[in-house]
């Protein structure tokens, strides 16, 4: 069975400040993928990045960072310099079958950036 | 822009009613769908993965008499929940995975608020 776990179920930060995102993963495949969604409070889910198993390469896209380490099962998330946009609900999640199989999703963490 | 559509975004409806949703990818073909169902402040649970052309597989816990799945064509999949009732209250998101590769990535809906009275 797969499993994310999100140990932080909310963070407020001041304005500026650099907050990181946890997230521990648990799965049997030997290929999957893990992702990151911002959820607003809209509703929608908006896609952040997607890393295959193979690839532990960490990455970066403008303040965001990603830190994959397969030694420890985790995908943390990091936010430099935070901004008030940046609050909403994280989710991490987990597509075991090789990424053909439906995402398995951490219970995600509110994260309030406060002005 | 977005690459899947899905409506209502919004039903509210009295007890006993069926509501059917519909999941449509806009530019692509999609082999499969995926329907999550996410409880106020609760995350994302998948409910069933949807294959055109034949019958839905559904996760373990989910009614497959009280949620329906039809997939009849590559760009469309449809959720009907069957005499709906107050504790189907949720917000009902689909995905749609383009192609059949295993490297294709999942685009999501925006999703359906579903009130049940």
């Known amino acids: 069975a797969q499993k994310v776990t999100q140990a932080q179920t909310e963070i407020s930060v001041v304005e500026k400040e650099d907050v990181t995102l946890d997230c521990v993963y648990e799965?049997?495949?030997?290929?999957?993928?893990l992702f990151w969604y911002k959820q607003p409070p809209s509703g929608e889910l908006v896609f952040l990045i997607r890393r295959n198993s193979f690839d532990e390469q960490n990455e970066i896209s403008g303040r965001y960072s990603w830190n994959f380490q397969k030694s420890t099962s985790s995908f943390n998330f990091t936010i430099t310099a935070s901004q008030v946009v940046d609050s909403a609900v994280y989710f991490c999640?987990?597509?075991?079958?090789?990424?053909?199989?439906?995402?398995?999703f951490g219970k995600g963490t509110h994260l309030i950036i406060q002005p | 822009g977005a690459v899947v559509s899905q409506h209502p975004s919004w039903v509210i409806c009295k007890s006993g009613t069926s509501v059917k949703i519909e999941c449509r990818s806009l530019d692509f073909q999609a082999t499969t769908m995926f329907w999550y169902r996410q409880f106020p402040k609760q995350s994302l649970m998948l409910m069933a993965t949807s294959n055109e052309g034949s019958k839905a597989t559904y996760e373990q816990g989910v009614e497959k008499d009280k949620f329906l799945i039809n997939h009849a064509s590559l760009t469309l999949s449809t959720l009907t929940v069957t005499s709906a009732h107050p504790e189907d209250s949720s917000f009902y998101i689909c995905?749609?995975?383009?192609?059949?590769?295993?490297?294709?990535?999942?685009?999501f809906g925006d999703g359906t608020r579903l009130s049940i009275l």
């Open positions: 995905s749609a995975r383009r192609g059949t590769g295993s490297r294709q990535p999942q685009h």
């Open positions: 799965t049997r495949d030997t290929t999957y993928y």
């Open positions: 999640a987990l597509s075991g079958g090789g990424g053909a199989d439906g995402l398995t």
